[in-house]
């Protein structure tokens, strides 16, 4: 049993990490920004609330400088954090302001106040993201194959263009800030990053509204509602991951010594809009506008596209990765809970 921090825990990866954590016995505070949010999540896990093993810190602005500094240090005391808490979201007025510092400001400043105040502190594990690893210039890349040795080349002035690269820098400068973190402070703790492209899979029970439904998700919900009848959207990223692999990727992380500062590409391989639709027409007879095979767009394009290498997440973490349908089907069944 590891006495463990997870920061953002009314987040889809870290909603999932949490319920990893727990099962595996392990003793868990989670940050969240508003006691109605710890309210939320303490009414599904009362009983490991009841026996002490689920506590909760309020931590309104992750930007704020110091904003973690209570919330790190605890009785007994944590030996691993896992830092998801960042903003993955295109309602954006203020690149700099809205995604790049409560990235980079939240990643920086929870390891000085690791450092500073929590010195049982051995692992602490990082949500970063594809979007740190894709050379988006590249487009396509036919013969490629991405890996955890690729690093998104974006520069601030290419970050402030629009809310896509916002997000994209704004995972690759928190990353690159925390291995920094690592090089200069030499701290007590080790790193280890996750970087999952897009992440589907079944919402928990703590979201009760399909309106609050996370990015990655949304194109399933989309295709569902009929929103690809007439035409499929191009498909964009066409790597994708289960929220479950990532969050078992984010628990294995900081039990298993070799995982120490490491990036994890987690991944489950290649998709498209196209075959989302297709499983949702065969599992869910109920959806009559649904594109048919005939409907154009949301295809693999026809140059051909990059390839992967996740041999790390499945060497070092033991991550068994679901299937496209498995991961579809039990999304489209969790919306249905929540009123699709």
Do not use: C
């Not at 991944?267 to 594109?291: C, D, H, M, V, W």
């Amino acid at each position: 049993m590891t006495r463990v921090l997870l920061t953002g825990g009314s987040g889809f990866i870290a909603a999932h990490t949490l319920d990893v954590l727990l099962k595996k016995g392990h003793s868990v505070v989670t940050t969240v920004r508003t006691q109605e949010k710890a309210d939320k999540i303490k009414a599904a896990y009362q009983s490991a609330v009841d026996k002490g093993q689920l506590g909760f810190a309020i931590v309104p602005d992750i930007a704020q400088p110091n904003a973690f500094d209570e919330a790190v240090v605890s009785e007994p005391p944590f030996e691993a954090v896992l830092h998801t808490a960042s903003p993955f979201h295109f309602n954006v007025t203020d690149v700099q302001k809205d995604l790049l510092d409560p990235a980079v400001i939240g990643t920086t400043g929870i390891l000085k106040s690791i450092k500073k105040s929590a010195p049982s502190v051995k692992h602490v594990v990082i949500t970063s993201s594809f979007a740190a690893i894709v050379q988006p210039d590249k487009g396509n890349w036919p013969g490629h194959t991405y890996s955890e040795e690729d690093w998104n080349s974006i520069t601030l002035e290419q970050a402030k263009e629009d809310p896509i690269s916002g997000y994209r820098a704004s995972k690759t400068f928190a990353e690159k800030a925390a291995w920094d973190f690592l090089k200069k402070e030499r701290p007590n703790f080790k790193i280890a990053t996750i970087n999952p492209p897009m992440v589907f899979g079944p919402i928990m029970h703590n979201l009760d509204s399909l309106d609050n439904l996370n990015t990655s998700n949304q194109r399933i919900l989309w295709a569902a509602q009929g929103k690809f009848k007439d035409e499929i959207p191009a498909t964009g990223v066409y790597f994708w991951v289960d929220v479950r692999d990532v969050a078992e990727a984010h628990v294995a992380a900081f039990e298993k010594p070799d995982a120490a500062n490491k990036r994890f590409f987690t991944t489950a391989g290649l998709f498209s809009n196209k075959e989302i639709a297709q499983i949702i027409r065969k599992n869910f007879s109920q959806y009559k506008e649904l594109p048919s095979d005939s409907t154009p767009g949301g295809d693999y394009p026809d140059g051909g596209l990059y390839s992967f290498n996740n041999k790390r997440s499945i060497d070092v973490l033991g991550l068994k990765y679901r299937t496209l349908e498995e991961s579809i089907v039990d999304s489209v069944k969790s919306f249905q809970s929540v009123g699709l």
